[in-house]
């Protein structure tokens, strides 16, 4: 029996998309699959193409091909869309969606596999200035066809969905599927970021490809990030430089980064482990994302310029952050609003702003121990 559609207006695209879909939570899989509460992750998308131009772009697990036909339709930009898929269901619906939209001229759509399409581009001039990968599950199996498919200087963007393993609930999981450690911290959803770029950067140095990050973001249930493919071999040793290690001490809480892991805390002793490897350089195109922001502020997309705004700075801080609610919890003394931190910080001349990454964060240039002495400023009480 043929899967009952419902039409839908998502930004200003029509979708039809299962019905089913918009029932459920989560939306079912089979046999095509749509996730309505993904609207800010592919308004994000079309923001970015809007502020990067791409000529081509490439969905490449297109599912109803919601993503690549925004990007068509609503980026501003002759963007030439190929949606590829390996479900003849879901194609079925994503021709239907061309045609409604208008798109026959601008949308391709492919029948294949993606890991088989996007290698069959390597060493090829038909490249994609381009990708977004969004798997169900773990991105990993995709990174390394990605890049092989991505311009010089394109832009490949992914979503991992398996996000418990990239923030250390399961760091045997995270280190056999990304070669990384990943442990437990206040800096969690960071942390899973930059393990996901440094594994790109390590799968595109396989073919001498180095990446330069342009923005990452962690929402609901799934962290995504979006980077350049430079090719060249000096490009991809640039990246490796770029990776190393964070540590949390669970001791006296001390942070520490760097290009090797350590085995004891440097202030305490304690042991510890560190996450990594791990992308430790800069994580945001600010050029980049102020084009995207003024685009979602005009497109009146509140909860995509909410999460890009804070990105806004994010690169002036070290690879982590520190939580005043945990503080507060150690010490046993009442509750500090993340405001108050702030004020308190940068009263005493430290640099800081709200961490981007996570729900209750600060990221500044204050030692933990001054941190600590902020936030007791800040409650009111005294060591």
Known sequence: ?????????????????????????????????FNPAAK??????????????????????????????????????????TLADFSTPSLA??????????????????HEEANRYLTSRFERQEKFDAIDVDPFGS??????AATM??????????????????????????????????????????????ILLGFAARMGGI????????????????????????KGAAKADASVEALGYVTQCNGCNAREWGP???????????????????????IVDEEVVAGALGFTKEAGWKDAAETLAPLRGVDLFPPFSYSPERVCSRLKIPSVPV????????????????????ENGIKTDAEYAEFVEAVRAASGTSA
């Open 339 to 358: 405001r108050s931190a702030l004020e308190a910080l940068t009263g005493t001349g430290f640099t800081a702003a709200r961490q981007p990454f996570e």
């Open 260 to 282: 090797s892991p350590i085995e004891r805390c440097t202030s305490c002793g304690t042991r510890v482990r560190s996450n990594g490897p791990l992308w430790t350089g800069k």
């Open 40 to 81: 800010t992750n592919r308004d994000i998308s079309v923001a970015l193409a809007a502020a990067t131009g791409p000529k081509s772009f490439l969905d490449v697990l297109a599912g109803t091909g919601a993503r690549g036909l925004r990007v068509a339709k609503e980026s501003r930009r002759k963007t030439h869309v």
């Open 207 to 230: 073919n001498d490809i180095g990446i330069e990050p342009i923005m990452a973001h962690s929402t609901l249930h799934y962290l995504r990030v979006f980077f350049r493919v430079k």
């Open 93 to 110: 619906v994503t021709r239907r969606n061309v045609k409604r939209n208008q798109l026959l001229r601008r949308c391709t759509v492919v």
């Open 149 to 194: 498919a991505a311009s010089d200087g394109g832009v490949v963007s992914m979503t991992a969905t398996d996000a418990a393993v990239l923030c250390g609930v399961y760091p045997d999981v995270s280190f056999r599927r990304y070669g990384a450690l990943a442990v437990r911290s206040e800096f969690v959803h960071e942390t899973g970021l930059r």
């Open 139 to 144: 991105p990993a199996p995709f990174v390394q």
């Open 1 to 33: 029996m043929p899967q009952k559609l419902a039409l839908i207006c998502e930004g200003g695209t029509e979708l039809y998309v299962p019905s089913q879909s918009l029932e459920g939570t989560p939306p079912a899989t089979h046999p095509v699959f």
